[in-house]
């Protein structure tokens, strides 16, 4: 896993919503993007009360899981001393359980503590460099969601080894999508499309007279290329993807990992979306085939970019169940 693309974004999922008739659209800027609700409601001002009530559950995660706050859990985490106990919020602590799941279901390509190692690779401008030997094993010795120890009971964390860097933005801003749509689900708004950036989407019921919400899947070095249209209800859609340099850092080697061009994740929740188009980047083709196959509620498609040593062409591999006419060719 690697720290996901920050600003500006590639916009690797595309909502049609302009062929959804009475859709009001909202959007709020947080978390380094734009968030919007899109909700198909008869009274407009009711459902931009909800959609108000969506963003402020957003601004409050965001306090409790930005890196860049130094009142945050996130920053409180990576000062903690071995041993420690640190009592945190509810959001941080659901984030880090995710992600401690997560990191063992995929063999440990999903990695929250992965902010040295990416270090590791820029040099002070953010630039590339390459580091020595002995950096990048002193990385590697401070990262791992497995150094992470959670108590559920008294919502405390503690580590195994400290320093860590701690950066939950794989999984956070899926999991505050999802908490928008538990808060419009309070307001009585079932028809509602969510996206945090456009990389990270998630639908609530159709909308009136329609099978599901249309989205479409762009390729991002050209976006009139559609990879695929989907009609989605109750699933969420997520991308990741980089354009050059070694932006992806696979946390089981400490190496780039250079092997897609992108990659995107079908899940029942926004959170997992997010954590799985991420782990999908540095994990093997044949890693993303086994997982969907052990987990059939979710769905994969990866760009794997020609031009290696062996001359093969790009290939756009869709895994899992795909249904028909969904797949562009």
């Known amino acids: ?89 509810l959001d941080t602590f659901e984030c880090l359980r995710i992600s401690v799941e ?47 120890l959670l108590d559920e009971p008294s919502c405390a964390v503690a580590l195994l080894n400290s320093p860590i ?7 956070g801003k899926g999991y505050a999508v999802d908490r928008m749509a538990e808060t419009l689900r309070e307001w009585s708004i079932d028809r509602a499309l969510i996206h945090g950036g456009f990389s990270s989407i998630l639908a609530l019921d159709a909308p009136e007279s329609l099978k599901g919400w ?9 976006r009139s290329r559609t990879l695929a249209r989907l009609d989605i209800e109750h699933i969420s859609v997520s991308g990741s993807g980089v354009e050059k340099g070694p932006h992806i850092i696979d946390p089981r080697t400490g190496q780039p990992a250079e092997k897609k061009l992108a990659t995107w994740s079908l ?30 509620e979710t769905r994969g498609l990866l760009i794997l970019p020609g031009g290696d040593a ?11 169940a795909w249904s028909l006419g969904e797949l562009v060719q």
């Open 1 to 89: 896993m690697t720290e996901k693309p920050r600003q500006p974004e590639t916009q690797l999922v595309h909502s049609d919503w302009l062929a959804v008739p009475n859709v009001h659209r909202f959007s709020h800027l947080a978390m380094a993007t734009t968030f919007e609700v899109m909700v198909q409601y008869e009274d407009r001002a009711y459902a931009q009360q909800a959609a108000t009530a969506a963003f402020d559950e957003v601004d409050r995660i965001e306090g409790a899981l930005s890196r860049f706050l130094e009142t945050s859990d996130v920053t409180q985490i990576n000062h903690l001393p071995t041993g420690k106990p640190l009592h945190v919020s």
């Open 102 to 148: 997560s990191y063992e279901e995929t063999g440990g390509a999903f990695d929250v503590t992965v902010g040295f190692l990416v270090d590791c690779w820029r040099d002070e401008q953010k630039r590339p460099r390459t580091p020595s030997e002995e950096e990048l094993q002193r990385a590697l010795d401070h990262t791992g969601t497995d150094l992470i």
């Open 165 to 171: 860097r701690v950066d939950l933005g794989g999984v």
């Open 214 to 222: 249309p989205v479409s899947l762009s390729h991002p070095k050209d």
């Open 267 to 296: 899940a029942p929740d926004a959170a997992h979306a997010d954590v799985l188009s991420t782990a999908f980047m540095v994990m093997t083709e044949a890693e993303v085939q086994d997982f969907c196959r052990e987990h059939a």
């Open 310 to 320: 062996a001359g093969r062409a790009e290939r756009i591999v869709p895994v899992g």
